[in-house]
């Protein structure tokens, strides 16, 4: 069996979005009840649609924001809690590749200053340590050396994602957070990055939590998953069970929106109905009762709990048995 | 029912930078017949979206300009008309679809008055008849609250709302011809699968020549009829939906195929493509594609192919199946 390694247990994220010291105060909960696991040298994926909280929940876990409430523990100890200054450990065993190649490098720093900077900060390493750090995992993600003193600009964006995997790495973490790594990369570059991923997790047995909007690469690279809709998990199940067997009815519809590359499985959809609903207003009981095609008087007045249907799969909905029926 | 909508041939559009001028596409050919949904396909950087600029002969504001070729729409070549003729056409026989719904709106502007006017300016309607058909196209999309909408403003809008109104304005004038340029890309997949069904009724009810652009083969496969595959501003392989996903004959068009994590395939590693798309600046002599490709040969990285007929209805260009050989310089 092993090890856990992240553990988080109804978390939950409220954001203040208006009113002041004489206004009402509004609020909106962008995490509402989350929890789940990840165990060692495994992918956990968060997938949803946008604004259901799944990039809420990767700043969570690496301390970006501070959670309302809930807890999140990584090898045992609470870190939902710790101060800015405890933050230092956390920092080095847990690790964040970003969505955005040309957002998240320092235009003006050097390959080498990027990769070396979470170095100055977490090690006490000499200059010529350092470096040789560096250039060793230029070498890992598939960089040539020499693009050491060049600056971000100068590559596309497939290798800023390699720059961007090589400045997680390079505290040795074991938990890497990558929201949305893949999203802005063209198809032939996107594999690249996810057999690049997939090799790193073997030889470094390294966790993933891996948040995406994207079905088929969470399926390619995950073991289990969660499905996040407008702030809390609905279904999580492992990668087998989840897109054979699919229970939730979001799951189920958003399973069969993803639009398959063979056009001999063309088909009329069954489309879901309306909009994601706005999360500082959302609906009562399951949210998404507005959206459901199997939604009951009981939808709209209880919120439903998570039931652990198989070993390996649990789902929030009243009504997951009669699924079949209806 | 065989008639050609739109006839694009041996386009060229360049650029200019610093006195130089950059080819961006270096002859690209196509056609797209009523009724049909033709699919651009490519990466970033391929020229897909310069295709559709220079269709609609877009380029405000840019050093970009057509240096050869025609484009012939029904005949008449718009590389040859004015602006003021461009204008007559835009909206009303020919119209453009963006993929940021979010920016292509005006949002000082409500919705209604987006929409009326254009609608005012080719259909030659008053305002209140123009106001009409407004809340009717809206109503068509599937917009149900159609008049409360007319009097609100895009920021008010969901992102598949505004993907719904942009959708109502182009079809508005019900034109011959609509350039979806990546239409649901910055959509959800539970939003953007509402977005295509939409776009395949529109189609059947109109019978709309649709070009649509896209990096996802997955919309590809879902709605198109035929396919172009563009790699570095020109056209590498042409084919039915159908032919091309069951038997692609580029390498790269294979690659691409290949890339696509599908969902019940259990790969543990997947297909890439080394390397990046080449910059209009820096392109390889020879095919363009050859520096990333594992079957180039010698002749590849020296003499561009000749687009050969593979089938009647399928085309690629690339030296695996040339009928003519070349002579390769001595070394």
Known sequence: ?326 | MNENVLEVINLETIFKRDQQEIKILRGVNFSIQRGEVLGLVGESGSGKSITSLSIMKLFHGTSGEIKNGSISFHGTDLTKLDEASMRQLRGKKISMIFQEPMTSLNPVLKIGKQLTESIEMHMKLTRKQSTAHAIKTLKSVGIGRAEELMNEYPHQLSGGMRQRVMIAMAMACEPELLIADEPTTALDVTIQAQILELMKQLKEKNDTAILLITHDLGVVAEMCDRVVVMYAGQVVEEADVFELFANPKHPYTKGLINSVPKIGDRKEVLDSIPGNVPSPQNMPQGCKFAPRCSNAMEKCHEHEPEIETITESHFCSCWLYASKEVALHAK
Do not use: W
């Open chain 1, 1 to 326: 069996m092993q090890n856990k390694l992240l553990q988080v247990k109804n978390l939950k994220k409220q954001f203040q979005v208006a009113g002041g010291m004489f206004e009402k105060k509004e609020f909106v909960n962008a995490v509402i009840d989350v929890s789940f696991e990840i165990k060692e040298g495994t992918t956990f994926s968060l997938v949803g649609e946008s604004g259901c909280g799944k990039s809420t929940t990767g700043r969570l876990i690496t301390r970006l924001i501070d959670p309302t409430s809930g807890s999140i523990t990584l090898n045992g100890n609470e870190v939902g809690y710790l101060k800015q200054s405890e933050l230092g450990d956390l920092r080095e065993t847990v690790q964040m590749i970003f969505q955005d190649p040309y957002a998240s490098l320092n235009p003006r720093m050097k390959v080498k200053e990027i990769i070396e900077e979470p170095l100055i900060i977490h090690t006490k390493l000499s200059k010529g340590e350092r470096e040789n750090l560096v250039l060793e995992m230029l070498n890992i993600v598939g960089l040539n050396t020499e693009y050491a003193n060049r600056y971000a600009h100068e590559f596309s964006g497939g290798q800023r994602q390699r720059i961007g995997i090589a400045r997680a790495l390079i505290t040795k973490p074991k938990l890497i957070i990558a929201d949305e790594p893949v999203s802005a990369l063209d198809v032939s570059i996107q594999s690249q990055i996810l057999n690049l991923l997939k090799k790193l997790q073997q030889e470094y047995q390294l966790s993933y939590l891996f948040i995406s909007h994207d079905l088929s690469v969470v399926e390619h690279i995950s073991n289990e998953i969660g499905v996040m809709y407008l702030g809390s998990i609905v279904e999580i199940a492992t990668k087998e069970a989840l897109f054979v067997n699919p229970l939730h009815p979001y799951t189920k519809a958003l399973i069969a929106s993803v639009p398959v590359a063979d056009p001999l499985l063309r088909r009329k959809k069954e489309t879901l109905k309306g909009d994601i609903p706005n999360p500082k207003n959302p609906p009562t009981g399951c949210t998404f009762h507005t959206r459901c095609p199997i939604a009951q008087e009981l939808c709209k007045l209880e919120v439903p709990k998570m039931r652990q249907i198989t070993e390996q799969q649990s789902v929030a909905c009243h009504f997951v048995e009669k699924i079949e029926e209806v």
